[in-house]
C-alpha cells in the first residue's frame, strides 16, 4: 500500500529565510507527487506536480520539488519565504492507472518576522 | 467563476439529523471526490466518481451516500449523524487519465452537536 510521512508537524522560519519541507513516500510502482498548500480556513490549493522526466520541478510563488527516487523523497523548497506561505503543506502520493492519492499528515508553517 | 464550489460552507446540526452536502465543477473533469479531514487535518479519500459512476468507495459507514446526477455533481448525504462526523469535508474533482493533479474545493465544516 501507498503510504506518505511527513516526519515534521510543525516548522518555524524567520521571513527571508529558506525553507525545506520533507516528504518520504512509500509505493512499489512508479509514483506521482505532489504539494498541496491549505490556508487557515480554504481548501487545498496545488502547488507543484512530479510524474516524470526532470526531478526537479517549479511551482507557484516561487516553490520547487525534488524527486529522489533513491531516498523516496519529494522535499519541497522555497529559498525566501514569506509571511502568506504561514499555512499547512501536504504531500500527496499517488501512482499511474490509480486515481487515489494518499495525502501525508501535513507540516504547519509558521513565519516569523 | 469558482472551479470546484461546495454549499454550505458551515454546518451545525444535532445528532440522529439528516444532511447533504453539495459539490459542482465547472471545470469540465470527468472525476469527483469527497474527502474528510480530521481535527488533527488528517486527509483521507471517502468517495470517487467518473462520469457518474462509483469507481472508489473507502471504508466509510453506509449512512454516507454519494450521489452524483451529472459529472459536474458530487453531493454527499449523510444519514444519522453522529459526533464523530465532525470534520471538514472537501470536495474535489480532476481530469483523470494522464492529469491526475486533484482540484479542491473550499471545504465544508460539520459540527454535530
Known amino acids: 500500500a501507498q503510504s506518505v510521512t511527513q516526519p515534521d508537524i510543525h516548522i518555524t522560519v524567520s521571513e527571508g529565510a529558506s525553507l525545506e519541507l520533507r516528504c518520504n513516500y512509500s509505493?512499489?510502482?512508479?509514483?506521482?507527487l505532489f504539494w498541496y498548500v491549505q490556508s487557515p480556513g480554504q481548501g487545498l490549493q496545488l502547488l507543484l506536480k512530479?510524474?516524470?522526466?526532470?526531478?526537479l520541478v517549479q511551482g507557484i510563488k516561487g516553490f520547487e520539488a525534488e524527486f529522489k527516487r533513491s531516498q523516496s523523497s519529494f522535499n519541497l523548497r522555497k529559498p525566501s519565504v514569506h509571511w502568506s506561505d504561514a499555512a499547512e503543506y501536504f504531500c500527496a502520493v499517488g501512482s499511474f492507472g490509480n486515481e487515489k492519492l494518499t495525502f501525508g499528515t501535513g507540516t504547519r508553517l509558521t513565519i516569523i518576522p | 467563476d469558482t472551479a470546484v464550489s461546495q454549499t454550505p460552507k458551515y454546518l451545525v446540526t444535532q445528532m440522529g439529523n439528516d444532511k447533504s452536502i453539495k459539490c459542482e465543477q465547472n471545470?469540465?473533469?470527468?472525476?469527483m471526490y469527497w474527502y474528510k479531514q480530521d481535527s488533527k487535518k488528517f486527509l483521507k479519500i471517502m468517495f470517487s466518481?467518473?462520469?457518474?459512476?462509483?469507481?472508489i468507495n473507502e471504508t466509510v459507514p453506509n449512512r454516507f451516500s454519494p450521489k452524483s446526477p451529472d459529472k459536474a455533481h458530487l453531493n454527499l448525504h449523510i444519514n444519522s449523524l453522529e459526533l464523530g462526523d465532525s470534520a471538514v469535508y472537501f470536495c474535489?474533482?480532476?481530469?483523470?487519465?494522464?492529469?491526475?493533479?486533484?482540484?479542491f474545493g473550499p471545504g465544508t465544516r460539520l459540527t454535530v452537536t
Open positions: 471545470l469540465g473533469h470527468d472525476t
Open positions: 509505493y512499489g510502482a512508479t509514483p506521482y
Open positions: 474535489a474533482s480532476s481530469q483523470g487519465g494522464t492529469s491526475y493533479e486533484q482540484y
Open positions: 466518481y467518473n462520469n457518474k459512476e462509483l469507481i
Open positions: 512530479y510524474f516524470s522526466g526532470d526531478t
